[in-house]
């Protein structure tokens, strides 16, 4: 048996998380957390794969965060309801999940930056 990719859920509306991880975690190790600052905590924690990051939270993105995730070699998955929001985040084109999203274009997005 193989072992689970960890991914990072960045996000702090409880019931998208709760979807997200209901979708994911037969799959994969899914940890949820709520902003930014937890989200930087958790990356230098753990061995995560890929993060999937709200582009709107609360205390807002850490423009460190995205750089970090890089660093540790873990993709990043942007989600929002807002596709000008990404190009304010990073310079590099990231995979991107629009809310409100499928759960298997959750999935077939995650699968493919996974394998890729």
Avoid: H, W
Wanted: with cysteine.
């Amino acid at each position: 048996m193989t072992e689970k990719s960890a991914i990072l859920v960045v996000e702090d509306d409880s019931l998208v998380s709760e979807v997200i991880a209901a979708a994911l975690d037969d799959l994969y190790s899914v940890t949820i957390v709520e902003s930014a600052a937890e989200a930087m905590t958790s990356l230098g924690q753990g061995n995560f794969r890929l993060m999937l990051l709200d582009c709107t939270l609360p205390d807002g993105v850490d423009p460190e965060l995205i750089p970090e995730a890089d660093r540790l070699a873990a993709a990043v998955i942007l989600m929002s309801g807002d596709p000008g929001r990404v190009a304010k985040l990073t310079d590099q084109p990231r995979p991107f999940v629009l809310k409100p999203f499928t759960l298997t274009g959750l999935r077939d997005t995650v699968r493919s930056v996974l394998a890729a």
